[in-house]
């Protein structure tokens, strides 16, 4: 027989990390998979997550000068064949309408009928229907910057799918912005990759290095791709967000162009940000522990959970009294500007069970309250960061609620930059680099590597080793390049150092 | 040579309804056509009052005990074949995915290639793929009621579309709701509409008649469709949102099945509701006016515009100083529990432009400051539902400030019943029925008609007389339906009184 399992989780991440990932997101009820391949369901749970995060960056967008609208989904095929490298990066996994109805087939079916004239692509990127779009309204310099954002979904035809990580549909915000000047438009792009780096960090706790991406794995189209990257806890990088310097790429393609002040006709300079549902996926990655989902108190649709713990109908009135004037009095407190989020569980479910389940959803903090509590006037509290539950008076637990709700965004912060800085490694020769990057046993790798920072001459030359250790070039930090060195590989000088590592 | 027009948007509403219409739309660039077929841009004036209808909406969910979620875009064909009445319905106008992606063509275009096993439909609405995500949730009667809400956007292959009122692709949220018996089904699909009566009338200050729809005009594959209609300023009828009870109808084709408490398996009663972009199509209609467009204050983006008038570099900073302190003034009021919203445009445009600017895009009150205004301390004001502007003491002015938008919204719900009031009449008989829905002149109709309320035998025996003058049975009204009566076109006893309109 089996042991019995010692954490809520099956397998645990030290057993089978990828198995482990699917599981924390089952147990917390987040996301399924769908009846339609490579898409997925997001559950209410999971939805409400997402809904805190959108809320976050569209007020950090607005902030900075920003305004959404909405485009359309649809793209005609024709208008995907104006920028040559960007029909290469998406042609091969486009969802194309070919029809405009169904009818009924001899079998008692249904079949397509009513071809399109132009087939339609679903939207994989808005690029080029958001580029047509700007090229009517930009006339003069004084139609410029335009600002804007559009919250989404698009499709990318994935042939290996994971649940948030990678799915055919996903949902994001793109923006896209049109300036006058490269310098303006080279501005926005870092702007944006500030904002991203700053959400990373302070809401999603979640440790970020911010960097360019060398030629070969820029957006395609794009002069230059910033991104942020995050180390998951099986020490793989994660990008979680993209800011795209355009250049005149589209601008030349699309002709958007405008009239400067001096009187010429100039093609403007654009860009592109996003960032999309894939965050989930890394803020699972990043906190969750072998009991399942842990929730930066942020952006927890929950903050607080109240269980009512009682035997019969007498002690029933008495604690949901009890109950009711302390979610009272918690969400009266703030925290992070804003009032504590509480919810009570009062469903008719077993305490041990009921407890499991809000510690597998990740809920920050769990007080458990019955008769003998309200007798001592004090609560029991169990904090997800932390192992084992105390009794605490009540008046304390609510005076220090913002306080501890702090202090556990800044632990989980910390405890991710802490794995993060201690498997990261300077390396200098490709011995050290091949040995980083192979596991100890192939046939079931174990969790190994992390982010190896190199000197690197240009990406030709090292191209067959990654592809051998399966490693890619994260991003050439934007601090750390002061210097320059000796390639790791070939021993030639170079003048960038860049994070490798295995991705998602 | 034509006279200079006399009203901001040409033509008026009177000389072509539907062109003023567009023209609106134009004016306070609120979306425009897109270069795909019956889609539009949602320009940012017009998707910052969807976020706010989105938001209020939204909230009136949640208090109603709906949490949202996200499922996929694209549907299997094979499940749109299992309910007969709802393939009927929607198969004549899908989108249809049968590729998943390009390849060169002999002549350096793209063509579709990786042909599908199965076509997918691009959703035109979720209930087939929510329905058999439900199937699986559904064991027991413990898993009821649920009560889900997704915000998306669906496709229907529209042939002849129009702004905000009919396009190919629209943004919408649709409710989908599964019970253990009827009654609470019903009850369910009643409160939805009752949350879409209170956010017509309460926040578009749009007045709506609730009833049920005649078997004709339901939802296909609905039991019972209840809708709210509204009458736009040409008298016509616009469906604003529906609620349908689907009775088994969905549960059955798609295995949606419970135990019950006493151990029986019983298939599930099953809800759904929406609405969508439209509405702004009817905030639009029911309120602009020949100047353009007229925002009711609680959905207005911003509630109060200010205009700084100053000559040169010194006033300019003695204004924009008073400007700012006023701001901030405003903003500290409230109206409808929330901070008012205040803009203050110092665009370097000219103040006659700049006004009428602000008319056209239906900003409830503008403020003009000039040094003549500081020195008296006081401020130019107009309503956008008043032709003059007032000065007023400031301090009288932004006392009144909520007061003032509250009296405006509910101005404009008055304005708007007191049209539908002066254009309802009750009909029993075929020859006033025919007068009231013919224009005098056939060639280049006017405004005409408005609601009729008539007995009605049954739907068959009229059917000919409605297609003829094209008019349709909108809904018949909860109220007003205690006594029975004849049918105003055949003279047969008729129990139920209907609203007859021609109807977007
Ligand atoms: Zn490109
Ligand atoms: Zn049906």
Redesign the pocket.
Known sequence: MAKPPQTAIQPTRADDYPEWYQQVIRAADLAENSPVRGCMVIKPWGYRLWENMQRALDDMFKATGHQNAYFPLLIPMSFLEK????VE?FAKECAVVTHHRLEPDPDGGLRPAGKLEEPLIIRPTS?TIIGATYAKWVQSYRDLPILINQWANVVRWEMRTRMFLRTAEFLWQEGHTVHATAAEAIEETERMINVYADFAENWMAMPVIVGSKTAAERF??AVDTLSIEAMMQDRKALQAGTSHFLGQ??SKAQEIAFQTEAGDREFAWTTSWGVSTRLVGALIMTHSDDDGFVLPPRLAPSQVVILPIYRDQAQRAEVLEYVASLQKELMAQTYAGLPIRVEVDDRDVRGGEKKWHHVKRGVPIRIEVGPKDIEKNSVFVGRRDQAKSVGLPRAEFIQTIGKTLADMQQNLFDRALELRESNTVDIDNEAEFRKFFTPKNEAQPEIHGGFARCYFADEASIDALLKELKVTIRCVPRDHNDVSGVCFATGRPAAKKAIFAKAY
């Open positions: 920028e040559a490298e960007h990066g690029e395609p189209g790429n589209f």
